[in-house]
Each structure stands twice: as structure tokens, then as C-alpha cells.
């Protein structure tokens, strides 16, 4: 399966990078936190190996906790 490396975005602000095999769903599970937020998917489709790079390289963003 190829994986893909994204950003997700709500107004404009980046509020979390990571890797899937599947952006769609991906999305839709950061829109419950997020909502209207998108996907954008920055690289892939690659291999597990390379995704998983991609993401060690990205800075983390710290959103508040879950209320």
C-alpha cells in the first residue's frame, strides 16, 4: 500500500502533520477534531520507510489538549 506524508490545516493554521495509507479517511478523522479543517498532502504515494522520514523531519505543532 502507498503511504503519503500531509499537513492539515483549519483557517489558514497548520494544526498537525503526519503519515497514512489513507488520506480520505485521515481527513475526516482530523475534521471531528478540527472541523472544516483539510488534508494536504505534501508527499507520496511512497514507501512506509520514506513517510516515516518525512515525519521525523517535520516540527511538531502543539495543539491544546481534548476537552
Do not use: C
Request: net charge positive; charged share 30%.
Amino acid at each position: 500500500m502507498a503511504w503519503f506524508g500531509y499537513h492539515f490545516y483549519q483557517n489558514g493554521e497548520k494544526k498537525h502533520s503526519g503519515i497514512t495509507e489513507d488520506p480520505p479517511r485521515r481527513e475526516k478523522e482530523h475534521q471531528q477534531r478540527w472541523p472544516g479543517g483539510k488534508l494536504q498532502i505534501v508527499i507520496g504515494p511512497t514507501t512506509e520507510a520514506k513517510a516515516r522520514a518525512w515525519e521525523a523531519e517535520q516540527t511538531k505543532t502543539i495543539t491544546p489538549p481534548r476537552r
